[in-house]
């Protein structure tokens, strides 16, 4: 497969605090970004023999990809520090990436009818690097000390990035049949990952002309090793028109970070061990092969990034982004809903999907602004979400002509944080709540042949859609400061 980018954004916006320093940002920025990737994935699949099956996948990816950023920011009130600042920045870089991955199963059935043993190992590769150039220039004015002079910060920086990240993952399952339908399943799984990200960014030098002067404020490396496992026992019933599956699992994990500073000391954290509980549901009822019901539930571990984890990590002259190494793996309480039904007599067809997830030790931003926007990462609770999709299409009469239909329905809870300091920083619950319809009609004509039994293309297809989109976000910490905001177009 073959895929282009060129894609090319330009916007403006407004933004009022409301908070004791009132400040007010008017930003513009442009930018293009532009990529191409190929990819290709194989499956190789042996019957060793009437009991055994053995299945390679590989696939790859490569891409080359090239950013352009141009912003401009004018901030008053920006702190108690400085009443005003003004920043103009430019970055481009060129960079490529390679992914290597594969997986060996082995499957053999045993002698007893419905007992199984299968296996797996898989691993893969992922190495980025990229080449870019940031200029910025910040003029500080009107600060609340007359003895305090006007000053600029100027930023001409060639930055080098190298990202690698080596995976590999063992699984193991064996199934006993208990009779009458009725299984058990014994897993396990073993997985480790090693991410490293590598920032090296230099200074250009008038004297020589070039980028000779490592700058250590804006360099780091941070290596990450992350080990997961997990054991889980299911039991899985089968009947005539439905099946289920009810497990039970647990997921410990680990997690160890170094983050290295040209002239600093290396911060190396010990490692962390995490207890997860992981259950797992699945519940398959089938009317007929033309109308089915699933419900899925799933609790998952996620790993935060090397670069959520790594030290601080100043991008320009005004945003300043820090790490926290004490970072929790956040856990996913998930559960899917699908429901479908075909007429394939009538050309009809209806889905409805569905998802709810509630998320413990979910990572979030936290941003203050001591002297400038200051971002570090976080560990929270009660974030959640869930959505409603519905699907129809249903032809008139008459086949050439045809309506379909998308109503969805989302509700979002989101945890964080906002201050202007650290130390009397304001906890702040946004409850987003969407509503969109999509619809419309579609004609087609009927494909005809003629009297030497030759296909004939006689067909026109017009089609007519109109959409709305309703968004209401309410903020806790916000008074009345709330958003709504109504969508619609056609074509």
Known sequence: RYGSVD????????????????????????????????GANL?????????????????????????????????NNFSSLFNTIDTKAHYESDGKGLTLNGTLEYSRKLNKKGRTISMSLSGGLTDSDSDGYNTSE???????????????????????????????????????????????????????????????TYSYNEATGDYDILDGLYSRKTTNDFINQNVSLNFKAVRAKYDYTIGVGLE?????????QPGKTPIETPRNNFLSFAPNAQFNYRWDRRSSLRLDYKGITNQPSASQLSTASTTDGVNTTIGNPDLKPSFENRLN?????????????????????????????????????????????????????????MPFRNRNFSINAMSYGSYQRTNTFVSDDVSDRIKNISNNYTFSENAGISFRSEVTRDGAQHWLLRSVDLNLRGNIRYQNVRYSATGNNNT????YGGN
């Open 43 to 75: 499956r190789f699949e042996w019957k060793v023999d009437s009991m055994s099956t053995i299945i390679f996948r590989p696939s790859m990816q490569y891409n080359k990809n090239n950013n352009l950023q141009n912003s401009e920011s004018h901030t």
């Open 337 to 393: 809903i699908r429901f479908q039904k075909f007429n394939p007599e009538k050309a009809s067809s209806m889905m409805v999907f569905g998802r709810l997830s509630f998320t413990s030790n979910d990572i979030i931003t936290v941003t203050n602004y001591t002297n400038g926007r200051n971002m570090t990462y976080e560990n929270i609770n009660g974030n959640m979400n869930g959505n409603l999709r519905w699907i129809m299409n």
């Open 252 to 260: 410990p994990s680990s997690s160890k970070t170094e983050n290295i």
């Open 138 to 200: 910040s003029f500080y004015y009107g600060y609340t000390d007359p003895l305090l002079p006007d000053s600029t910060v100027n930023l001409n920086q060639n930055i080098l990035q190298d990202d690698k990240s080596y995976n590999w993952r063992a699984f193991l399952s064996y199934v006993e049949p208990l009779g009458r339908n009725n299984f058990l399943q014994l897993t396990y799984k073993y997985s480790k990952r090693n991410s490293s990200s590598d920032k090296n």
């Open 484 to 487: 709504e905001a109504f969508n």
């Open 7 to 38: 894609n090319t954004v330009i916007s403006t916006s407004r933004t009022q605090y409301t908070d004791n320093s009132s400040r007010l940002e008017n930003s513009q920025s442009s930018g293009n970004n532009r990529s191409d990737n190929f």
